[in-house]
């Protein structure tokens, strides 16, 4: 009997040590997106908001680079340089310890290359200039949370980034943000050198770029578009903002109009969290955090703007709006 139980031990340890090495060997899920094929809304304006990140452990990005027609203010447009056809690029979201596996190709008519602030990588083999119609594959693991700044880091860097070639790359930490977010948002400050609009179509201005004399200082690409179409919350609701300054000159000295920021993540770190915070700045080629509530009593409905406190800066269009509506009146507009 003794004998027979060790045998039946025995047969069930083997058969737990053939289903652990089966799950070993299964193959990490992985989370692709082609954004030639997933291009990012941008009307009414960029769409702001984004999505929890995947919980598969490697994200894999296809990014097409191309040169298109985008409109900069209301009613101008202009010749940009992109990443997935828009200006910023597509957000790209990873929790801290994923492998991020990138594909960048050229189908633009000129040489151009890519730059991941949050990756600690070789620049001389992940970041060398690509010319048309070829593509360069990389991968790194993403080590430091917080939102960085990617962008075209082809010489002269000053060109490529004011024709608008960057994008925003958020990395959650391991264990997730300290507190709960009703929503998120992302938003790129960023600056166009144009000169005046001929028949509606705005031509770059390279001296302009290098005395850092600013036509449009913009707020995802385009001036304004957050006054027109505000960005939406209702009375409790705790809010985090990831921002990026793409530049290429000008820092963004963020301030939310009527509120306070709970918490700022200067760099990302949840261990490093400001309190009780008016205003932040964040330099050209920088990103940080911000989260607060739009509480009833304190900062409830009512309409709010986002603007760099720079204020001349937020004349030439880094400024838009908040509406925060009691719940029923969100529900109601929503039908």
């Excluded at 490697?58 to 409109?71: A, G, L, Y």
């Excluded at 264990?175 to 509606?200: C, I, K, M, N």
């Amino acid at each position: 009997m003794r004998i027979k139980s060790a045998l039946i031990v025995l047969a069930v340890a083997a058969l737990l040590a053939v289903s652990l090495v089966a799950v070993s060997q299964r193959p990490a899920r992985v989370a692709a997106v082609d954004f030639a094929v997933t291009v990012t809304p941008t009307q009414p304006t960029y769409a702001a908001a984004v999505a929890p990140v995947d919980p598969a452990p490697i994200k894999q990005f296809r990014i097409p680079i191309t040169h298109d027609s985008i409109e900069i203010a209301p009613g101008v447009r202009y010749p940009g340089w992109t990443f997935g056809g828009t200006v910023p690029g597509p957000v790209l979201r990873v929790r801290q310890g994923d492998q991020v596996r990138v594909r960048l190709v050229n189908d633009a008519p000129m040489g151009h290359s890519i730059d991941f602030h949050a990756a600690r990588i070789p620049m001389s083999d992940a970041y060398r200039t690509i010319g048309p119609h070829d593509s360069l594959d990389f991968a790194f693991t993403a080590r430091d949370p917080g939102v960085f700044l990617v962008h075209c880091g082809t010489p002269p860097v000053l060109m490529h980034i004011m024709q608008g070639m960057y994008l925003a790359i958020i990395v959650d930490p391991k264990r997730g943000w300290p507190t709960h977010a009703d929503r998120e948002y992302v938003l790129v400050q960023s600056e166009f050198y144009a000169r005046p609009a001929a028949d509606g179509v705005a031509q770059p201005s390279y001296e302009a770029a290098l005395g850092g004399a600013a036509s449009y200082v913009v707020f995802n690409g385009r001036a304004f578009q957050y006054q027109v179409t505000p960005l939406t919350l209702q009375v409790g609701d705790h809010v985090r903002f990831f921002v990026v300054n793409a530049g290429p000159n000008l820092t963004s000295d963020f301030h939310v109009v009527g509120a306070v920021f709970d918490h700022v993540y200067p760099d990302g770190d949840p261990a490093h969290a400001l309190s009780g915070v008016q205003t932040w700045a964040v330099p050209p080629g920088g990103g940080a955090v911000f989260e607060t509530t739009f509480e009833k009593g304190a900062s409830g409905a009512g309409t709010y703007a986002f603007v760099t406190h720079a204020f001349a800066d937020a004349s030439k269009g880094a400024v838009g709006l908040i509406r925060v509506s009691e719940p029923n009146q969100v529900a109601q507009r929503e039908r």
